[in-house]
């Protein structure tokens, strides 16, 4: 086959896929040519990326909530208030930050469970138990910040989630050397696995792409996390923010793609009943997803108390919208059953961008949350008519 | 334009001639590529019962489409001429004016709502713009006599059978002075007594002068009541076979729908080789709490290794509530009794138990809770066994593919890739997915509900050849089926069930078709 025939098809059959990456890079460069290169700068890419942590933490768990069927509409209070209680251990209680996060941790998972057996054995809709856990996660939130108001946090490290960078161990040229060490690292990895997934499909005589189609992907990726990575050196370099967001992604891509719970809990969003006679636990698997996304709400209460260095009495406020906006821009069927956990990130970042573009432009807020709400129905219709070309 | 009406009137004064009602000349039809019809042609006359027969995918449904405009005019080549005029349906709606009803095989009936709700559903009896309610439920009163349906119109649909709601949407058809009945598969989901019925009214309306056209792979049907049958395969006509010149048979229809002779409907096994019991359950219950009854009574039944055993009779019978039951009791019945695998008494707590123990269960309703159908092939076969292709609890992709493609070349599953979504895929082809992924769980004991309900003459000889290969290789079957003449091709042993009881036992040689129906029926 020719090298453009076979990438034209290849772009075609992973149009669904590719189309976010490609709407990204369609918003980042018209951010860019407007604001004549400031939305790209290294400073402004550091911060919409820190800004986006805690709620990419929460799309990346809402994603698995909605390809089971579900939904949780308590994330956000539910991170507004294990961040307040996160704050008051370390404030007012003098718990140690290590002893702390992962206290709180699995506080959420706790409360993330209760969820899943409201939902899973007693029976009640995911939007109705979610509802209720809301309102009272808000007036949880209110009572422990009632007498204080707005609770300090002062302890270092624990800030440091939300708004430090990993140590500088030098300087090149301006850049984080450590950061540019870690880029290069990842590009390594990258172009290993990707090799050496290509050596097992011949070992098995599957076809693969052509030489040079493959190489061209190397290179292409392996520029793109060369370039970010590059962005952010040049600004602190990389947070802890990303760091932690990066490596909830892997850990959650590695289980939805690679493994046998994975596998289980896509196939209890495409067909429960099916699932069940297949000898899956859906019960259990219901349990796991709502247990996780209870821990990453969590994880996001800690990642923006530490932003804030503060627990505030609205802390959490929308944010199950902003995460379940993501999941759906990033390619998750309300249907239940599709949707990748790279896709929902990738969702956070186009919304992320579009706030932050539009900030610097001056836009108005009102036109904010059109124009918002207008890209997350493009995306949703981009969607469904993708998958009916397909079906 | 000035053409169009020339062909209306030639097509008009010709038709009255030979008196058919409708006409379609050199329809052909595309898919993105794919050609589903190529030129067929197809004449129904006035009054007859007209059946379309053909394997899946021949392209019935599709003609069937076009005729009503769900395929509006313009999207297909050729003509319709209906009533003497050639016909541009734009939409549903064009056809239904005309008196064309279509029944689906899926029916289209709204479950909450009444039966004379659903009978005037879109074409509501109105008095000045309001609905006149009281007139509707006459109007319906009339309806349900016409169809011979004795039920309260103010009964919910999902509260009826099966049959009975296909008889609701005859009546909603007729409400509409129904001229050209199509129905798509109506028997399907019926079981033998109302199948009969549906048939004998079919008969009648015949009488009173609706004509209909009926698609069916139960060619017992067509032999019965067909004045005609046309046989459609990949997409062509082949020929249309006349019942007043006795040109209707088993042989001639099953020939010119697979192109070849079929010797056998149902392949021998020559050499039997029954070992010990590997599978028993003694005086088993089953409660079902939401209906507040039990649906299985004191069954005492048991599977030999190598043998295939038949458990026939009508649906709501507790065949597939009694295979539930065993199969780790997914409806949380409250059960009763003892089963005993491999002399082991045993009690699962799950679906996953009953598969450890080497019990697989193939489901009736393979879309509805069989098959992942939005995910490909591969994740299909693999998903009751991930196990097998993740070691250490890593998926091996590649592992998974080898393993899909292996069952897609031994059962000949026709699909362009593992990578094929699964929902595309034709019955029949389903049906292997189903079964493979079963295969590579490596069950001693594989129960079959309706394991060829819907899957056309070739891909059932295909399934039937499938589990003659595995009792070969010392695995056991149970087959719930409502086919009788399968039962009975296929099974060693048959047991009869009737209102969740064991009937009798019935040895294959000594079985025949009077004598289930005799037990099925008490």
């Not at chain 1, 018209?30 to 400073?43: A, E, P, Q, V, Y």
């Not at chain 1, 996060?101 to 706790?110: K, N, Q, S, T």
């Not at chain 2, 007594?193 to 698609?215: A, H, P, W």
């Not at chain 2, 393993?403 to 082809?429: C, F, H, R, T, W």
């Amino acid at each position: 086959m020719n090298f453009f025939t076979e990438a034209k098809t290849m772009l075609k059959q992973n149009i669904r896929d590719y189309g976010m990456y490609i709407a990204l890079f369609v918003i980042m460069l018209t951010f860019t040519i407007m604001t004549n290169g400031l939305f790209i700068s290294s400073r402004n890419i550091s911060n919409l990326l820190d800004a986006t942590g805690y709620i990419a933490v929460l799309a990346v768990g809402m994603t698995l909530v909605i390809v089971i069927r579900h939904i949780d509409l308590s994330v956000g209070f539910a991170a507004g208030f294990m961040g307040a209680i996160a704050a008051i251990m370390l404030s007012q209680l003098g718990v140690p930050v290590y002893l702390t996060i992962p206290i709180i941790l699995v506080l959420g998972i706790v409360i993330g469970m209760f969820n899943g057996v409201l939902v899973a054995s007693v029976g009640i809709p995911a939007f109705v138990s979610s509802l209720a856990a809301m309102l009272i996660f808000r007036g949880a939130l209110l009572q422990v910040t009632e007498k204080t108001g707005t609770i300090i946090v002062r302890d270092k490290a624990f800030n440091a989630l939300g708004n430090g960078y990993l140590p500088s161990i030098g300087e090149v040229g301006g850049l984080s050397l450590l950061s540019l060490i870690i880029g290069a690292l990842v590009i390594l990895y990258f172009v290993y696995a990707e090799i050496s997934k290509r050596r097992n499909k011949i070992k098995y005589k599957f076809e693969v792409p052509s030489n040079q189609i493959f190489a061209l992907k190397l290179v292409f990726v392996s520029i793109i996390i060369a370039y970010v990575t590059w962005i952010l050196a040049g600004y602190n370099g990389f947070s802890w923010t990303v760091v932690i967001t990066l490596i909830v992604v892997a850990i959650y891509h590695f289980l939805t793609t690679k493994t046998v719970l994975g596998r289980h809990i896509y196939a209890v969003g495409s067909n429960p009943e099916a699932a069940h006679l297949t000898g899956i636990n859906v019960k259990k698997i219901t349990y796991i997803v709502f247990g996780s996304m209870g821990m990453l709400s969590a994880l996001s209460g800690i990642l923006y108390t530490a932003r804030l260095q503060s627990a505030t009495t609205t802390a959490g406020t929308l944010f199950e919208l902003d995460a379940i906006a993501a999941a759906y821009v990033g390619g998750v069927s309300a249907a239940g059953g599709v949707g990748k956990v790279t896709g929902s990130i990738i969702g956070a970042v186009v919304m992320a961008s579009l706030s932050s573009g539009m900030n610097l432009l001056g836009v108005g807020i009102s036109y904010q949350y059109m124009i918002r709400g207008a890209v997350l129905a493009l995306a949703v219709i981009f969607d469904v008519i993708t998958r009916k070309k397909r079906g | 334009m000035g053409g169009s009406i020339l062909d209306k009137k030639n097509g008009g004064s010709a038709k009255r001639a030979d008196g058919n009602i409708l006409e379609m000349r050199g329809i052909s039809k595309n898919f993105t590529g794919v050609k589903a019809l190529s030129d067929v042609n197809f004449q129904v006359k006035k009054g007859e019962i007209h059946f379309l027969v053909g394997e899946n995918g021949a392209g019935k449904s599709t003609l069937m489409k076009v005729l009503s405009g769900v395929y509006p005019y313009g999207t297909y080549e050729g003509d319709i001429v209906y009533e003497g005029t050639v016909q541009q349906f734009g939409k549903i709606s064009d056809s239904v004016k005309t008196g064309i009803a279509i029944i689906y095989q899926e029916l289209a009936l709204f479950p909450d709502l009444s039966v004379y709700e659903n009978i005037f559903a879109g074409n509501e009896v109105k008095r000045g713009g309001v609905i006149d309610w009281n007139e509707t439920i006459i109007q319906a009163r009339e309806m349900l006599r016409k169809v011979k349906l004795n039920v309260n119109p103010e009964t919910l649909i999902r509260d009826l059978g099966v049959g009975k709601q296909q008889l609701v949407e005859i009546a909603k058809a007729l409400s509409k002075d129904v001229k050209l009945l199509i129905l798509d598969e109506p028997t399907a989901a019926l079981n033998e007594n109302d199948s009969e019925n549906l048939l004998e009214l079919l008969r009648e309306l015949k009488n009173q002068g609706i004509t209909c056209i009926m698609i069916s792979h139960k060619l017992k049907e067509v032999i019965a009541i067909a004045d005609k049958a046309t046989v459609l395969r990949d997409g062509r006509t082949i020929c249309t076979l006349d019942g007043s010149k006795g040109e209707i048979t088993e042989a001639a229809i099953i020939k010119n729908m697979v192109g070849r002779d079929i010797e056998d409907i149902y392949p021998k096994r020559p050499d039997k080789r029954i070992g010990e019991t590997i599978l028993e359950v003694k005086n088993w219950t089953a409660y079902d709490s939401e209906l507040g009854r039990n649906i299985v009574k004191n069954v005492d039944l048991h599977v030999n290794k190598g043998e295939i055993v038949g458990i026939a009779g009508l649906m709501g019978s507790g065949r597939t509530e009694f295979a539930l039951s065993v199969f780790g009791n997914p409806r949380n019945y409250k059960l009763d009794g003892e089963l005993f695998v491999d002399g082991r008494k045993r009690n699962f707590k799950h679906t996953s138990d009953a598969i450890k123990a080497g019990i697989a269960y193939v489901t009736e309703d393979r879309k509805g809770d069989g098959l992942f159908l939005i995910q490909d092939i591969k994740s299909n076969v693999s998903a009751a066994n991930l196990k097998g292709i993740a070691p250490g609890g890593v998926i091996n992709d590649n592992e998974e593919v080898k393993v899909a493609n292996d069952y897609k070349s031994s059962m000949a599953i026709k699909a362009p890739s593992v990578e094929q979504i699964v929902g595309n895929l034709s019955g029949g082809n389903q049906q292997k997915v189903s079964l493979g992924k079963w295969l590579f769980v490596g069950p001693e004991l594989l129960i079959l509900d309706e394991p060829t309900r819907g899957i056309d003459v070739g891909a059932k000889f295909e399934i039937y050849t499938i589990m003659n290969k595995l009792i070969n290789q010392g695995m056991s079957i149970i087959m719930i089926s409502s086919e009788l003449g399968e039962v009975l091709g296929m099974s060693d042993r048959i047991y009869v069930m009737a209102e969740g009881r064991i009937k009798g036992e019935i040895a294959a040689e000594h079985a025949d078709q009077e004598k289930i129906m005799q037990l099925a029926t008490q």
